[in-house]
């Protein structure tokens, strides 16, 4: 079928509105018509060159809307039902047995794969010249193939145009916090960088019961919005030392736990510089920078660890239905962060998103669609 979709055809150069063509379903296979679909870093970090991906591409993993068709073979999701669209994992290996999916010993091939396992393509041009495919999912176009694995469906009374976040951005700030560092009542907390995930982390941290939550940034409007959705403490980095300021809030332990959402690497290196003695970090940001640090004179010498953490170790079906629950329950106000663009001004949206301007673009794909 016809679709439209916002193609990277070089890296560092804009999104292209195209005309493709969405191959037929495989009988594992489930056809979205997309609603919404959120703004990610990690599209433009791939978009921009940070990281290598084959172009052109359509990327977009943040999708939400309708399911149109399904595969012979496909067994919990139907026609009509409305969905969020997440990550691909096998189901089988010994990571998604164990029930950690996000350790799925096919993870890369499915998310960061750009064809279909037997080799064929998702989308193609007229001229059958191929398009590359992204998390399996490609979300910035009007409709996506996509496997059960990706889907989570939602009640359709919820709204599909602010769920798509959901599905990276905010599972990921939600799962570091709640689901790797496990962080307990009572503790401290200092997440680096207020974005997307940043405040995803902190409104998570406020959730499991931290009691020194310390926001970082570099711009006061996402400060004293950290503030407002949680954070006890706000650290502008323009104006003040963290390190130093971070000691004198923890009484010079420093904290229970760090997250670092920048990439930045003195930004990690100081995420790790404010742990208290068995402190633990989380760098989790996609970045092309590296983190230096000395194993005896960082980690071992104050018993700290570093852990990485990929979609804060979230199983989608699980943790959604999780966040919207929050979210109704008025302790996870992520519809806050969210500003809404026309698809055909997905540029905007990404300039918006890299300036600051805005904290979590989404892009209404269907104008039609109504709650």
């Known amino acids: 079928m016809k679709v439209q979709a916002a193609v990277v055809n070089e890296?560092?150069?804009?999104?292209?509105?195209?005309?493709?063509?969405?191959?037929?379903?495989?009988?594992?296979?489930?056809?979205?018509?997309?609603?919404a679909t959120g703004v990610c870093h990690s599209d433009?970090?791939?978009?921009?060159?940070?990281?290598?991906?084959?172009?052109?591409?359509?990327?977009?993993?943040?999708?939400?809307?309708?399911?149109?068709?399904?595969?012979?073979?496909?067994?919990?999701?139907?026609?009509?039902?409305?969905?969020?669209?997440?990550?691909?994992?096998?189901?089988?290996?010994?990571?998604?047995?164990?029930?950690?999916?996000?350790?799925c010993e096919s993870w890369l091939a499915l998310n960061w794969g750009s064809v279909r396992a037997d080799g064929s393509r998702y989308l193609t041009r007229n001229d059958g010249s191929a398009i590359n495919n992204f998390y399996h999912q490609s979300s910035f176009a009007t409709h996506a193939n996509v496997k059960e694995q990706n889907v989570v469906v939602v009640p359709k009374d919820e709204d599909l145009r602010i769920l798509g976040p959901l599905s990276c951005g905010q599972m990921t700030g939600f799962g570091t916090v709640v689901k790797a560092l496990e962080v307990k009542p009572g503790t401290s907390i200092a997440v680096f960088g207020a974005g997307a995930v940043g405040l995803a982390a902190i409104m998570a941290a406020k959730i499991a019961g931290a009691t020194t939550i310390v926001a970082v940034d570099i711009l006061d409007s996402r400060l004293e919005l950290a503030?407002?959705?949680?954070?006890?403490?706000?650290?502008?980095?323009?104006s003040e030392d963290p390190q130093e300021t971070i000691r004198k809030i923890s009484g010079g332990k420093g904290v229970n736990y760090s997250i670092d959402t920048t990439g930045v690497s003195a930004a990690m290196k100081t995420s790790i510089d404010v742990l208290a003695v068995r402190g633990v970090a989380a760098p989790i940001a996609i970045t092309n920078k590296e983190l230096t640090i000395s194993t005896t004179g960082d980690l071992a010498s104050v018993g700290r660890s570093v852990i990485g953490v990929l979609m804060g170790a979230t199983v989608p079906q699980i943790s959604i239905p999780e966040l919207i629950a929050y979210y109704k329950a008025g302790k996870f106000p992520y519809d806050r962060l969210i500003k809404t663009y026309d698809f055909a001004d997905i540029n905007q949206a990404s300039a918006d998103s890299l300036s600051g301007r805005t904290i979590k673009p989404v892009l209404i794909v269907d104008k039609s669609y109504r709650p």
């Open 227 to 238: 503030k407002e959705l949680g954070a006890t403490h706000a650290v502008n980095t323009k």
């Open 44 to 103: 433009d970090a791939l978009r921009l060159g940070h990281w290598p991906y084959p172009l052109p591409a359509v990327f977009g993993h943040e999708g939400s809307g309708i399911v149109e068709e399904t595969g012979k073979s496909v067994k919990n999701v139907k026609v009509g039902d409305h969905v969020v669209l997440a990550y691909a994992y096998c189901s089988h290996c010994q990571g998604c047995l164990e029930g950690a999916p996000v350790s």
């Open 11 to 35: 890296a560092n150069k804009p999104y292209v509105l195209e005309e493709l063509n969405l191959a037929d379903l495989q009988d594992d296979e489930i056809r979205v018509k997309i609603v």
